[in-house]
């Protein structure tokens, strides 16, 4: 286990420190507001209302009881029980760049990583086969976040992978619910 804390530990500082520049310290601490990604919701959910009419609301709800479940499963039930710090409350001030606040909260699972992943690949799993480039860009855009916490500081990558995984788990899980109703 030590092992793979120390390759946690190096991947961090790679991202955190060796990835440094100008341009990813401008765009990159602004993929974690609410103020960037919530208009790319409201925008998920005005396209399944007018597109599917009746049966986006139902697509809606899911969507709600995904995210919710993601981010109750991350939140309380892990982050509770597991207790990491953060790095950015663990490691010496010399061993991390401190690009945002420092929450107080855990570190494993990132809600972040577990709720976009969760609402990405809920949607991914609903489109049609032939929508590559919006499953594309939904992809990329929660890696985009999840990446993103590590390089501010307050997560580990293995908080967002382990976030990432269990975020897609949800979503394939509130897909085939949606698909057995619907």
Not at 12 to 35: A, H, S, Y
Not at 60 to 75: M, P
Not at 134 to 156: C, D, E, N, S
Request: net charge positive; with cysteine; proline share 3%.
């Amino acid at each position: 286990m030590s092992a793979l804390l120390d390759i946690d530990r190096a991947l961090f500082k790679f991202v955190n420190t060796d990835m440094t520049n100008g341009l990813f310290d401008t765009v990159i601490p602004w993929l974690r507001e609410p103020v960037l990604w919530a208009p790319v919701y409201l925008f998920i959910i005005g396209f399944c209302l007018f597109n599917f009419g009746k049966k986006g609301y139902f697509i809606i709800v899911f969507l709600a009881l995904t995210a919710g479940t993601a981010d109750f499963i991350s939140n309380t039930v892990i982050k509770k029980n597991v207790e990491r710090l953060r790095p950015c409350r663990a490691l010496d001030a010399d061993e991390v760049i401190k690009r945002v606040h420092c929450g107080s909260g855990y570190s494993f699972t990132s809600n972040h990583a577990a709720n976009h992943f969760a609402i990405s690949w809920y949607l991914i799993f609903l489109l049609p086969i032939g929508r590559r480039w919006l499953r594309m860009g939904l992809a990329v855009w929660a890696f985009a976040v999840a990446f993103a916490q590590v390089y501010v500081g307050v997560h580990y990558p293995l908080d967002v992978i382990s976030g990432a995984l269990l975020g897609v788990c949800i979503a394939w899980f509130w897909s085939r619910i949606f698909f057995r109703f619907s």
